[in-house]
């Protein structure tokens, strides 16, 4: 999870527009007078030596994207709280699943079940990259929704990023299984997908992304710095979307972490983008939950920096920073409820559909 920003002590305390949307696909065609192989004939002709001009490449033939439905008009009603939890507690289950480890590889199995039994399709996003206790093999996945009647996920109709990290700090002391930090906002991750995928057309729309390496490997450092420690998944992410140009196809992204404490409360980073802080609290009073949503004191270092830093990608972070139990042994699910998960999916949903129109 992340931590304050500058470092100190934690505190204890839409509609269907896609519906004509045209994807490449590439098929052969028949061959035409410009393509066939010359004739026996035509070939003496040229004489011996001669060469052959070259076959035109077959023109792609597009085809549309089927009808995608609009799905629920109140969509944020279908997300599950109870859902939700029952996903943070089977990562919670595996036990510690820091960067790099056996146990995190069971974590990614059940995220990429639960995410494909919903119509997604998840692609690994593997990276080595060198931190304070030598090199790691990070995995970042990310998950688009796929149509029926589509043979691959498109790339290009993502707006939005949703995100969460699903690694757990590693400690020597302490069995860590982050109940709070790092199961919470996966296990509610993967049950937005599940209502997502009620709605395809905003489906398609919505980029999933599970974040490894978030957690520091020994002191987290800025993401600017020559060697900077923790927020590796989100740093790798955001710059091969800056790379790939990518980047310049989104809105806006939401990252969530740390949103399953019974005392629930969303404590924003004082830095989050303004527009986007104003729209979720503006569907947190419609939800009848904005005492429920304000800002902390201080700033966050968490996975929405690299983002908006190095990605341009307006990002806010939707963080619990006031939970008394982080970073320690009792982070465990009976610290946790269904609320905050429900609260959290809810908000994001209600502003999805009214930004992604």
């Known amino acids: 999870m992340a931590v304050p920003f500058p470092f100190r002590a934690r505190h204890p305390a839409r509609a269907a527009l ?12 028949p061959p035409t007078a410009e393509t066939a192989s010359p004739a026996p004939e035509a070939e003496a002709a040229r004489g011996p030596g001669a060469s052959t001009p070259a076959a035109k490449p077959a023109p792609a033939t597009p085809f549309k994207m089927p009808p995608l439905a609009a799905g629920p008009a109140e969509l944020w009603k279908e997300f599950s709280g109870a859902k939700a939890f029952e996903e943070v507690r089977k990562q919670v289950e595996i036990g510690p699943r820091p ?30 990259d060198e931190t304070p206790r030598g090199p790691v093999i990070f995995v970042n996945l990310v998950a688009r929704y796929l149509p029926a009647g589509i043979p691959s996920a498109p790339k290009h109709t993502q707006r939005a990023i949703v995100c969460s990290h ?44 599970f974040f490894d390496g978030e957690e520091a490997i020994v002191q987290y450092t800025d993401p600017g710095d020559a060697k900077p420690d923790g927020l590796y998944g989100s740093r790798h992410y ?58 902390l004191d201080r700033g966050i270092l968490d996975d929405h920096v690299p983002l908006n830093t190095f990605a341009k990608i307006p990002t806010i972070d939707l963080i619990d920073f006031d939970y008394l139990y982080w970073h320690t042994a009792d982070d465990t699910l009976e610290r946790l409820a269904p609320d905050g998960l429900e609260h959290t999916g809810a908000v994001t949903l209600y502003h999805l559909r009214k930004a992604l129109k």
């Open 18 to 29: 896609l519906a004509a949307a045209l994807l490449a696909a590439c098929h052969r065609q």
């Open 166 to 209: 699903y690694d757990t700090k590693r400690f020597s002391t302490i069995k860590f299984v982050g109940a709070s930090d790092g199961a919470s906002s996966t296990g509610a991750l993967l049950e937005l997908a599940r209502v997502l995928a009620l709605a395809p057309a905003l489906a398609v729309q919505v980029e999933l992304v």
């Open 99 to 128: 960067a790099g480890s056996p146990e995190i590889e069971k974590a990614r199995a059940l995220i990429e079940r639960s995410l494909k039994s919903s119509s997604w399709q998840v692609e690994r996003q593997s990276f080595t």
């Open 238 to 295: 955001a710059r091969e979307l800056r790379d790939s140009g990518r980047a310049r196809q989104f809105k806006l992204g939401i990252l969530w972490d740390m949103i399953g404490d019974k005392d629930f409360n969303i404590t924003l980073p004082p830095d989050s983008p303004a527009d986007l802080a104003r729209e979720i609290f503006a569907g947190a009073e419609a939800l009848k939950v904005r005492e429920k949503f304000g800002y």
